[in-house]
């Protein structure tokens, strides 16, 4: 029952997070153990990461450069806050920071937040079936890959590669390597509101053995989701 309904969870969360295949899909649902993340279809799949019970770790706030994509390192960096229940963290000014910012909110529940961090698109799920993918996450825990910028008519994008580590509260823990799209059209060329900033787009994502060294995995996941 738990697999099951993370799978549906996470098809329509992360749009990409089965246990065998990637998906592509804005968000994530995971089953009753494990929260979803968005995919590319817009719903979240089977075996899709799940949000674990304890604080996650935030990497470091260094922005790459279109040209010179920038290794993130695994763990907090000064002037990032740990993405902990304890701690509020709201901040789109990087991708590093964005996604920092999303996986906070839902270690401390706030999904409404965490869906805000999202673009509106058609793959993305309706907000209950969204919160729901994460009922049974207690935390989520994310290492960064190197990020790759790539800019052009007014519009940047970036692709993140990243491993979650996630904690259910049935005491289950599972392991799962994405990769996050965001995007963020040029402040200067939005001249009526809604402003619409930095933001999540889609996700792509597999599950992996626990304890596994996803360097290689995470090295190929944004490429392969290209």
Same mark, same amino acid.
Request: hydrophobic content about 35%; some cysteine; proline content about 6%.
């Given at each position: 029952m738990r697999r099951a309904l993370?799978?549906?969870?996470? !098809?329509?969360?992360?749009?990409?997070?089965?246990?065998?295949?990637?998906t592509e899909t804005p968000t994530e649902t995971?089953?009753?153990?494990?929260?979803?993340?968005?995919?590319?279809?817009?719903?979240?799949s089977a075996?899709?990461?799940?949000?674990?019970?304890?604080?996650?770790?935030s990497t470091s706030s260094v922005t790459p450069s279109a040209a010179n994509p920038t290794q993130v390192p695994p763990t907090s960096a000064p002037g990032v806050p740990a993405i902990t229940k304890d701690v509020?963290?709201?901040?789109?000014?990087?991708?590093?920071?964005t996604l920092s910012s999303f996986?906070?909110?839902?270690?401390?529940?706030?999904?409404?937040?965490?869906?805000?961090?999202?673009?509106?698109?058609?793959?993305l799920p309706a907000f209950q079936q969204f919160a729901q993918g994460y009922a049974q996450t207690e935390s989520v825990e994310i290492t960064l890959g190197t990020i790759s910028?790539?800019?052009?008519?007014g519009q940047v994008y970036y692709s993140v590669p990243a491993t979650l580590i996630a904690r259910n509260s049935d005491g289950s823990t599972q392991t799962f390597v994405s990769c996050y799209r965001l995007h963020l059209a040029n402040p200067g060329i939005q001249a009526q509101p809604p402003f619409k900033p930095l933001g999540i787009t889609l996700a792509t994502m597999k599950e992996v053995t626990n304890n596994t060294?996803?360097?290689?995995? !995470?090295?190929?996941?944004?490429?392969?989701?290209?």
């Open positions: 993370i799978a549906t969870l996470l !098809m329509s969360l992360l749009l990409a997070s089965g246990c065998s295949d990637t995971p089953s009753a153990s494990e929260a979803a993340l968005p995919t590319t279809d817009g719903a979240p075996g899709e990461a799940t949000q674990p019970a304890t604080p996650a770790t509020y963290l709201d901040d789109r000014s990087g991708p590093v920071q996986f906070n909110a839902i270690n401390r529940k706030e999904y409404a937040r965490a869906y805000s961090y999202w673009e509106t698109t058609e793959g910028t790539y800019a052009g008519a060294d996803t360097t290689a995995d !995470m090295q190929q996941i944004c490429q392969a989701s290209q």
